[in-house]
């Protein structure tokens, strides 16, 4: 076990100095490339348009990168070990999908623009009522399988709202603005969204965080873990709300960002083990890492050569890498998955 | 057996699930250094009862530790009084077999913080009790079905409580770990523990119960020693099954014949 514990430390020291190396990059990168010096001056002098480069725009854009990205990488490790699945991750409860109709429909009504204060907030509201949908179908002491069956009644009721929303656009401008913002982008996002989804954010990591000794006597089945002491409805309550929390935030700054949350968890794994307690930090971190990785790139490769200045939306890149990764996945899994092995 | 205070004690346990009464008014009580047996035909109540007395369900009438309601104690205390041993070996992630042990310390240790000396001395006896020591370091789901049930054991004895309460240990074992596993749940009784296990097969209950209690429709009809309750008479009764007794040496061993 202490060569499991030196190795997860030695990985997440990795992860680590890679945000902060990716963190730098993410500063140099855009329509004004700057050089790491220029870069880290403007940061820390802020003088000049490097420094009103690097610190009203990049920097609110990284750190949401860094945070989001944290943030659905340690919801993917949470829900896998809430559930006992590596398959499971966000979108099962279907916040994110409860956010994207709060925003759209704040966007679609003209309430605000897409990249003011409402639209996070209306993100917010979403992914919370969703929960307290959730809560209202299944019930305070549901089976995981009430719950997640209402999870997957609200996620479809919630696309075919977000649907509704583009259908009944006011304006053809309203439902590309729509189209748009759910492919996800991390675009001229302001220092104010940045402060509107931390609490939030900061929450769930809080939430999440504090379940980790549960999620590992869970490997045992939840009777088993009930018997260790392990309050089996908070715990799954708890994982929901700061789910829904944080990525209900996420998704209300950054528009629809698939699949980071299941991948992360399945990275780290091979390094660290299959410890569901293990693995929700280093998680987090490879969440920050693929999310400020996937920001620069969509910075670094132009959608449309025709085009001036539209970026490759961040949600098309992650699933475009993550379903692929996914499918992998389900290949892999399948003879366990079938029961022919073990 | 004894006369001193039972350890756990169950009077009038009623356990309805979905209106119908599944445990009814059922009555055990577990000792120090005993290990009682529950015998009883499918759906007659066993592993409710079991988990009304691990506090894993709500239940009617009373259910007590030492005297004391356990109702009355915090989820943490109860995991530490009460090791509950559910059916079928569940394990779902690949963790090695000595992380796996290490869970029955859960409610002893700050959850935050790694094992201490004390803790990791429990987890060094269980899983030397079981002698699961061999493969600490492999992972539990590379391991073979007798192999897991041990180690399912061991997590079960690394908590180190009083009562010990098993739920089919032995189902799906070959003849080999089913003896083993009985001598250690054996074992544990005779340094102190309360133990009690759901088995089916009557042969191993008659062999190494301190005393059997037969459930019969959600009550325990009968609750004595093994030549008593596993009677050919009492088995019929129960079971439904002609039952001849053999004696191999250790006494009378009922064995199932054909249905009634």
Redesign the interface.
């Known amino acids: 076990?202490s060569s499991?514990n030196s190795s997860g430390l030695r990985l997440n020291l990795a992860l680590a100095a890679l945000i902060i190396a990716l963190a730098v990059v993410s500063l140099m990168v855009g329509p004004a490339a700057l050089s790491p010096r220029q870069a880290l001056a403007g940061l820390f002098d802020g003088e000049g348009p490097a420094g009103i480069v690097v610190r009203d725009i990049r920097l609110p854009r990284t750190l949401l990168a860094l945070l989001i990205g944290a943030t659905f990488g340690l919801s993917g490790a949470a829900l896998q070990g809430l559930l006992?699945n590596p398959l499971a991750e966000p979108a099962l409860f279907g916040a994110p999908q409860a956010a994207a109709v709060g925003a759209s429909f704040m966007i679609a009504y003209g309430l605000a623009g897409a990249t003011s204060f409402a639209v996070p907030l209306a993100g917010i509201a979403g992914a919370l009522l969703s929960i307290g949908g959730i809560v209202a179908i299944a019930g305070r002491r549901a089976s995981l399988t009430v719950t997640l069956l209402a999870g997957l009644a609200l996620a479809s009721f919630a696309g075919a709202m977000t649907a509704l929303i583009l259908n009944l656009a006011p304006t053809p401008y309203a439902a590309l603005e729509i189209a748009f913002w759910l492919l996800g982008s991390l675009e001229d996002r302001s220092v104010d969204h940045l402060l509107i989804a931390a609490p939030f954010l900061l929450a769930s990591w809080l939430l999440l965080g504090l379940n980790?000794?549960?999620f590992?006597?869970?490997?045992?089945?939840e009777?088993?873990a009930?018997?260790?002491?392990?309050?089996i409805v908070r715990t799954r309550l708890m994982v929901v709300v700061g789910v829904a929390f944080g990525v209900g935030a996420a998704v209300a700054v950054a528009g629809s960002i698939s699949f980071i949350g299941l991948i992360a968890p399945h990275l780290v794994r091979r390094a660290v083990?299959?410890?569901?307690a293990r693995v929700c930090l280093p998680a987090a971190l490879t969440g920050a890492v693929l999310l400020t990785a996937a920001d620069i790139a969509v910075r670094l490769v132009p959608a449309n050569p025709n085009a001036t200045a539209i970026e490759l939306k961040l949600g098309v890149v992650t699933a475009l890498i993550g379903v692929p990764f996914f499918i992998a996945m389900i290949f892999r899994e399948r003879r366990l998955l079938d029961g022919a092995a073990? | 057996m004894n006369d001193a205070a039972p350890k756990l004690r169950a009077v009038g346990v009623t356990v309805r699930l979905g209106g119908a009464p599944v445990v009814d008014e059922a009555a055990l009580d577990l000792r120090s250094g005993e290990l009682v047996v529950l015998v009883g035909p499918n759906g007659a109540g066993k592993t409710t009862l079991v988990r009304a007395l691990a506090g894993l369900l709500p239940a009617e009438g009373r259910v007590e530790i030492d005297g004391r309601p356990l109702s009355s104690l915090s989820a943490r205390e109860r995991a530490r009084q009460i090791a509950y041993l559910p059916q079928g070996h569940i394990f779902h992630w690949p963790m090695p077999v000595a992380a796996v042990v290490a869970l029955g310390r859960h409610a002893h240790a700050d959850a935050f913080s790694s094992l201490s000396d004390a803790d990791r001395a429990a987890v060094g006896r269980a899983l030397s009790a079981t002698a699961t020591e061999t493969f600490a370091t492999r992972s539990v789901t590379t391991l073979s079905g007798g192999e897991r049930a041990r180690v399912a054991l061991a997590r079960a004895l690394a908590t180190e409580a009083a009562v010990l309460l098993a739920d089919e240990p032995t189902v799906s074992l070959d003849p080999r770990h089913q003896l083993v596993v009985m001598g250690l749940l054996r074992d544990a009784a005779r340094a102190g523990g309360a133990v009690l296990a759901v088995v089916h097969d009557l042969a191993l209950a008659a062999r190494f119960a301190d005393r059997v209690a037969v459930m019969e429709r959600g009550r325990i009809i009968v609750d004595a020693a093994p030549i008593e309750a596993l009677s050919a008479a009492r088995i019929a009764a129960a079971f439904g099954v002609e039952a001849v007794m053999v004696d191999t040496g250790d006494g009378p061993i009922p064995i199932a014949r054909r249905p009634i």
């Open positions: 076990m499991n006992r980790a000794p549960a590992r006597a869970l490997t045992l089945g009777d088993a009930a018997s260790l002491g392990v309050d083990g299959s410890d569901p073990s």
